[in-house]
């Protein structure tokens, strides 16, 4: 019952640039921050961007995340293999009172 | 380092209550949200629900009528129950801090407990 929509897989060879786009609406993206977690088979997810483009200590500027309007993004420059991994954007959203994840990104580097 | 650690049973028969609990170290459940995710295998991930050390709590509207999250400050750990389970509740249940001021940075997590709905 997500209401954050995400391609369901993005890809790109070593060394390029892909991007994820979130799209939601005026209660969630519109009016909170949003936050990007990349998630490897069989792990937890981890923490990539919070506040819509801010990093964790430890997450590489490789990665970045922007928001305009009702919509979010985040970039991986400089594509690695161990960048292969599902990634989920999320935000909260003041109809459902609550929090939303998107529907998650498959990333395969070729 | 903050740490969390899920634990509960791993197999619950359908329409009884599944009871897990967080266990906290490494830092105070103090001035946090603290969070119930969980992912069904194969699928994305999906929010059940948030509690305040102060007692506050948020559900997800589809799950709250059968959703209960308690903490108890005193051990450094919160709960989650869920009543009457059925198959679509099999998943991968994680615990989750809201960090970084509240605002969705969920920074720590627990490995994740699969708890299975099953007779």
């Known amino acids: 019952q997500s209401v954050l929509t995400q391609p369901p897989s993005a890809s790109g060879t070593p060394g390029q640039r892909v991007a994820i786009s979130c799209s939601g609406s005026s209660s969630n993206i519109g009016l909170n921050p949003v936050s990007w977690f990349q998630q490897v088979p069989g792990a937890a997810p981890r923490l990539l961007i919070y506040t819509n483009d801010q990093r964790p200590s430890g997450v590489p500027d490789r990665f970045s995340g922007s928001k305009s309007g009702t919509a979010a993004s985040l970039a991986i420059s400089g594509l690695q293999s161990e960048d292969e991994a599902d990634y989920y954007c999320?935000?909260?959203?003041?109809?459902?009172?609550?929090?939303?994840f998107g529907t998650g990104t498959k990333v395969t580097v070729l | 380092q903050v740490q969390l650690q899920e634990s509960g049973p791993r197999l619950v028969k359908p329409s009884e209550t599944l009871s897990l609990t967080c266990s906290v170290s490494g830092g105070s459940i103090i001035n946090y949200y603290w969070n119930w995710i969980r992912q069904p295998p194969g699928k994305g991930l999906e929010w059940i629900g948030d509690i305040y050390y102060s007692g506050n709590t948020n559900y997800n509207p589809s799950l709250r009528s059968r959703v209960t999250i308690s903490v108890d400050m005193s051990k450094n750990q919160f709960s989650l129950n869920l009543r009457s389970m059925t198959a679509a509740d099999t998943a991968v249940y994680y615990c989750?801090?809201?960090?970084?001021?509240?605002?969705?940075?969920?920074?720590?997590w627990g490995l994740g407990t699969l708890v299975t709905v099953s007779s």
């Open positions: 989750a801090r809201n960090g970084y001021g509240g605002n969705g940075g969920f920074d720590f």
């Open positions: 999320l935000a909260f959203d003041d109809t459902v009172i609550g929090y939303v």
